[in-house]
């Protein structure tokens, strides 16, 4: 069974993503289920992978596409991998259907 790109926490949500740094512009790409059955969401930044500017770039753009302030957004795992796990603070039902309406689901 797949796990989803999203779970919620009580008072936050975790979401796993696939950063592709230098991407040309800032777009998510919808959602993909990797080799290994985990889904993720697929997002590029414009942003070149030095000193953590993609991170940067990357919870700038979700903040603003899910309407939240940037520091709801954090970033909890992959510092340095494509792969990344973002805890976002606040209401899971509200976080999960801005989220859907993102990603046209």
Known sequence: MANPALT??????????????NGGRDAID?????????EHLK???S??????????????F?????GLAKSKLSLISGDTQR???????????DIFRRLAELVGQ
């Open 83 to 93: 792969k990344k796990i973002l805890r976002i603070d606040g209401d899971p039902e």
């Open 47 to 60: 942003a070149v992978p030095e000193k953590g500017k993609a991170n940067q770039a990357l919870i700038a």
């Open 8 to 21: 919620a926490h009580g008072d936050h949500v975790r979401l796993t993503v696939r950063l592709t740094p």
């Open 43 to 45: 997002v590029r930044v």
């Open 62 to 66: 979700l903040a603003k596409k899910l």
């Open 30 to 38: 919808g959602v993909e289920a990797a080799a290994d059955g985990e």
